[in-house]
């Protein structure tokens, strides 16, 4: 039966962290948006740790803010611990990382999506799409019930036949306790989109009553927490608590009453228990047949490929102020049951430990992003869109900052307008999508700074000088955000610029030159004007770190000015790479199956070199004054 007559502008097909984004992203635009997901209690489930942020990732939450997006504010109202991670090294690299209550998160989350005008949430598992020719029309789902739609973005995680894995016992589902969706793959493959499979790890979760703090080491959360959201910008949000209605803030602040995490480390006899059982994992055993993440490896895999470390840290965190149950963040494992409590047992504090929720490992289908657009459209299916897990991502930040983007490009394609692509010289969500679509994944992606060409102009805290243009020309921030956003950029530019070409008394050079020899431990730092020190914590941080660090950002600019001229040159969709000629074979057909959009794009394909990019220029070159003007 089909539930709607007139079809929606948007359909999102799972709620979790990538489904939240674009739901709220679309709607935010003012598109009639229906999200669709498995089980509306378990929209933004943290599957694996209850914590947000971390290297890179706590910059791209920032970014995700900047652009409208919810999850930097989500995790700030939510969060029982903050730590800025990196506070003794540079400004570029300091990431904030929180770790929230996993409930309160998800009832946030869902409030927000339902107060959210123009957003339906429905409860329905989408059971496969319908296409007329090569463009999608809608989904249909397992209550018998089929919604129309002019796009659709799929974000379902790894659902796609999921299938989890203790030793050798083996259960269909996404995750621990939920559903594995069976006939969707299908439906992709049935249109041509090609599926393989990876796969990812958790570890068990604890009682907190059965373990002895007093062998652990305490870690605090910092005093003055560093948030996600810019609270300086957002004034007028509503800042709802999760035991809220939605009109106002409690008292509560970000950072209050804060809960600690304890360490521990393995020991010489968990090694040991892990080496004699390695043949009972079901990654070592050869049950499970997908790659793994890499940066993210299992206790077994931390114990054969770095053989040689006697011991590995262990954080034990708490999921929330009203559970008693506590994750172990560094014991993710595949092994039987039994092999888990005993492993579990060998580590200092842990000895009593009961387990709340066995350890696994879930195999699943994704999609290799290469037969995506920049925009995460699909290359076969026109009006489609990919975000989160789905696309060979492993992160619940990887996965919103995809679907804030494909919400906002299912929008634009509705309405005939252009999308939204974020450069790689703008942001860390800029270089995540082009190396997504540019270069695949054979394991599952996770965020690094050292992914990033110029990871230097990605401080947490500029996020919304660099976001500015973009939430300005695609509409992402309330009229009064977006205005407070440009004073903000305005001042700090303000700023700079006085700086640089006032003097202070009782010395030499500008306040500029005091301030790049005093962060560098040279000399004094000079009196700041009382106006500048009674600016906003992060303005005034952002001047601060943009006048230290002048030189490194300036030569950062000027290697971004040189590449922009090839970022510049647009590729002619559709072109026959095969006919051009001087392009060698292996170039031409993996331009063929990428179809890069832009010659920056295609200058970053592996296996095509700089000759073959300059005979690509001058073949556009030659193409283009060939062509009549219009
Ligand atoms: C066991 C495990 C361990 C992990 N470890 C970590 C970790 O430590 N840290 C980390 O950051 N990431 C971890 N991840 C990955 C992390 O959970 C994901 O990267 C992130 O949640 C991906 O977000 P997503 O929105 O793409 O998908 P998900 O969060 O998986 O959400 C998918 C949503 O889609 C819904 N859905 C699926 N299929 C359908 C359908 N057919 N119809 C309707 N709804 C559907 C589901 O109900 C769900 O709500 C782990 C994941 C798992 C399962
Ligand atoms: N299977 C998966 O897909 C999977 C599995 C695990 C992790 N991940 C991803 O990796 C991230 C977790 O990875 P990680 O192990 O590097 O941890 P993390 O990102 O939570 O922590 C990064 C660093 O912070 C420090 N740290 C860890 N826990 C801390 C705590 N409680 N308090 C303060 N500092 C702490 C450690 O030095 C750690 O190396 C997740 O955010 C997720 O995106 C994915």
């Not at 989350?109 to 999608?136: C, I, S, W, Y």
């Not at 995460?376 to 696309?391: D, T, W």
């Not at 300059?614 to 030659?622: D, G, M, P, R």
Request: net charge neutral; proline share 5%.
């Amino acid at each position: 039966m089909l539930f709607n007559s007139l079809p929606y502008d948007v359909i999102i097909c799972g709620g979790g962290h990538a489904g939240c984004e674009a739901a709220l992203a679309a709607a935010r635009m003012g598109a009639n948006t229906l999200l669709l997901t498995g089980n509306i209690d378990t929209v933004a489930a943290m599957s694996c740790n209850p914590a947000i942020g971390g290297q890179a990732k706590g910059q791209m939450v920032r970014e995700i803010d900047a652009l409208g997006g919810e999850m930097g504010i989500n995790t700030d109202l939510t969060a029982i611990q903050f730590r800025l991670l990196n506070e003794s090294k540079g400004l570029a690299v300091q990431s904030p990382r929180a770790q929230s209550d996993k409930k309160a998160y998800q009832f946030r989350m869902k409030h927000t999506l339902e107060l959210q005008p123009n957003l339906q949430l429905f409860q329905a598992t989408v059971t496969g799409l319908t296409f007329a020719k090569d463009r999608v029309t809608g989904v249909q789902t397992n209550l018998d019930l089929e919604f129309a739609a002019h796009t659709v973005v799929v974000t379902t995680g790894t659902f796609l036949r999921g299938l989890m894995h203790i030793g050798t016992n083996k259960n269909e589902g996404g995750r621990m306790g939920d559903f594995s969706a069976k006939t969707l793959s299908a439906s992709f493959e049935q249109a041509g989109i090609e599926l393989q499979r990876l796969k990812t790890g958790t570890p068990p979760r604890l009682l907190g009553r059965s373990l002895d703090f007093s062998k652990m080491t305490e870690q605090r959360g910092d005093e003055a927490p560093t948030c996600f959201a810019f609270h300086e910008t957002r004034q007028d949000e509503h800042l709802f608590h999760v035991e809220q209605t939605g009109e106002d803030r409690l008292g509560w602040q970000p950072g209050t009453n804060q809960v600690s995490c304890w360490m521990t480390y393995t020991t010489e006899e968990t090694a040991q228990i892990v080496r004699d059982n390695l043949a009972k994992s079901a990654m070592y055993s050869g049950e499970i047949q997908g790659t793994g993440p890499r940066y993210c490896p299992s206790i077994e895999d931390k114990f054969v490929r770095f053989a040689d470390k006697p011991r590995h840290l262990l954080f034990l965190e708490p999921e929330g102020r009203s559970t008693n149950e506590y994750y172990i963040n560094g014991l993710s494992t595949s092994l039987p049951f039994d092999v888990q409590m005993a492993m579990v047992r060998s580590v200092p504090g842990l000895e009593q430990a009961q387990l709340l929720r066995p350890a696994y490992a879930v195999e699943y289908d994704f999609a290799p992003p290469t037969q995506l657009f920049p925009s995460l459209e699909s290359k076969k299916v026109e009006n489609l869109f990919f975000a989160g897990q789905i696309n060979g991502t492993s992160g619940y930040e990887e996965a919103a900052a995809q679907g804030l983007i494909a919400g906002v490009n299912a929008v634009h394609k509705a309405r005939g307008e252009p999308p939204l692509v974020i450069g790689r010289a703008e942001g860390y969500i800029g270089v995540l999508i082009d190396d997504l679509v540019t270069k695949g994944t054979k394991e599952p992606y996770r965020m690094f700074t050292s992914r990033a060409e110029h990871r230097l102009l990605f401080n947490h805290g500029s996020a919304e000088n660099r976001m500015l243009p973009h939430a300005r020309e695609h509409g992402l921030v309330s009229p009064a955000r977006l205005a407070r956003m440009e004073a903000k950029v305005a001042t700090v530019d303000h700023w700079i610029e006085w700086f640089e070409s006032k003097r202070p008394g009782g010395g030499q050079g500008t306040f500029g030159d005091r301030i790049r020899r005093a962060s560098q431990g040279d000399g004094e730092w000079p009196e700041l004007p009382t106006d500048f020190q009674n600016l906003p914590t992060e303005s005034r941080q952002e001047v601060l770190y943009r006048v230290s660090y002048k030189g490194y950002l300036e030569r950062e600019q000027r290697q971004i000015a040189k590449l922009a001229n090839i970022e510049k040159v647009q590729i002619p969709v559709g072109l026959d790479y095969l006919q051009i000629k001087g392009l060698r074979h292996e170039s031409a057909q993996k331009l063929a199956e990428t179809q890069p959009f832009t010659l920056g794009q295609a200058s970053r394909i592996s296996g095509v070199n700089p000759s073959d990019i300059s005979i690509l220029l001058i073949f556009i070159e030659a193409q283009r004054r060939r062509k009549p003007p219009a």
